[in-house]
């Protein structure tokens, strides 16, 4: 776990593509792209799609990139589009390299964290993606607050720290874990083989937030889940993300999607689907009375098709008489 950085050149055709979206990241980006350049193995070139930033997004990366280590390519979209799947596709699909590790505009790469992830990439070539440890940028190595108060695979791998360097997650823990809380973190956690991506059917363009969790969850169901046993990303919490300019929705749409894949998959959610069954009926009880027509306009459309309104009647009422 402690393994000593050491330089090592990545050659000519290195077959890392690290792509990075961004939106208005003029004062994020260049820490970024620093981690990057760090890196012990060097990935074949950056690719950063810009979601048409109003700052000097495109400035700042332009001046990076002269210099660098690497080649960087700037793919200027021409509207915003609202969410992180459109620019994260649009980069995977113009990058150069047959593997793909992703990064966040706020967040920084370890080190060691594409040479690690490649040694795993060629020891599970066929996974679905490779993910790693990670901690919250400035704090110590494992701990995630104030994202969670328990450590990233707390509940889903017991005693981590016993564990090989590179391990397979099991599927069905990893799915019900998923269902508690987004234990591969993020998009920056992200590695895998571009013909991955293709076979998982690349990143939802739908969701406004929550699709490293869409993601997340496809991986599982399609193959196996990879992890390095390292720390290799230091994630920025940031009041002002995109995730939490709108706490309220943010929930609603990450509710909403475990409860869709929970719908898919009853076997492995076993007694996780009637919980996300009452909680999205909450959303809708509380925009009712709230008059939020917004959300609930959000809501219904997943309630019609995954939602058993019987079975979580009977289930209210057998917990109101057990109270009684």
Request: proline share 6%; net charge positive; hydrophobic share 45%.
């Amino acid at each position: 776990m402690g393994a000593r950085a050491h330089r090592v050149r990545a050659p000519l055709s290195s077959p890392v593509s690290v792509v990075i979206p961004t939106y208005n990241g003029a004062k994020l980006i260049d820490r970024a792209l620093r981690s990057i350049f760090a890196q012990t193995y060097l990935p074949g070139e950056v690719v950063v799609v810009d979601d048409c930033s109003s700052d000097g997004t495109p400035a700042a990366v332009a001046a990076l990139a002269k210099g660098a280590p690497v080649p960087v390519r700037l793919i200027r979209l021409a509207r915003n589009s609202g969410g992180p799947g459109r620019p994260l596709n649009t980069g995977v699909a113009a990058a150069a390299g047959e593997v793909i590790a992703l990064l966040e505009q706020d967040d920084l790469m370890r080190p060691l964290r594409i040479e690690k992830q490649m040694e795993a990439v060629r020891r599970f070539p066929d996974c679905s993606l490779i993910t790693g440890r990670c901690t919250v940028y400035g704090n110590a190595d494992g701990d995630m607050r104030p994202v969670w108060p328990v450590p990233q695979f707390d509940g889903v791998v017991d005693d981590i720290d016993s564990q090989p360097e590179f391990f397979v997650l099991d599927p069905q823990r990893a799915f019900r874990g998923l269902l508690h809380r987004q234990i591969m973190v993020g998009h920056s956690n992200f590695c895998f083989a571009k013909r991955s991506w293709r076979r998982i059917g690349g990143f939802s363009e739908k969701g406004r937030v929550c699709v490293d969790l869409d993601f997340a969850f496809k991986a599982v169901m399609s193959g196996s889940v990879v992890i390095v046993n390292h720390f290799v990303t230091d994630y920025d919490y940031r009041a002002d993300s995109l995730f939490r300019q709108d706490l309220a929705r943010s929930g609603v749409e990450a509710a909403l999607l475990r409860l869709k894949f929970a719908a898919n998959r009853r076997d492995w959610a076993a007694e996780e689907f009637p919980a996300l069954q009452s909680t999205s009926l909450g959303f809708a009880k509380t925009a009712v009375l709230q008059k939020d027509w917004l959300t609930l306009a959000r809501v219904a459309v997943p309630l019609l098709r995954y939602v058993d309104v019987r079975s979580v009647v009977r289930a209210l009422t057998r917990r109101w008489l057990a109270k009684v």
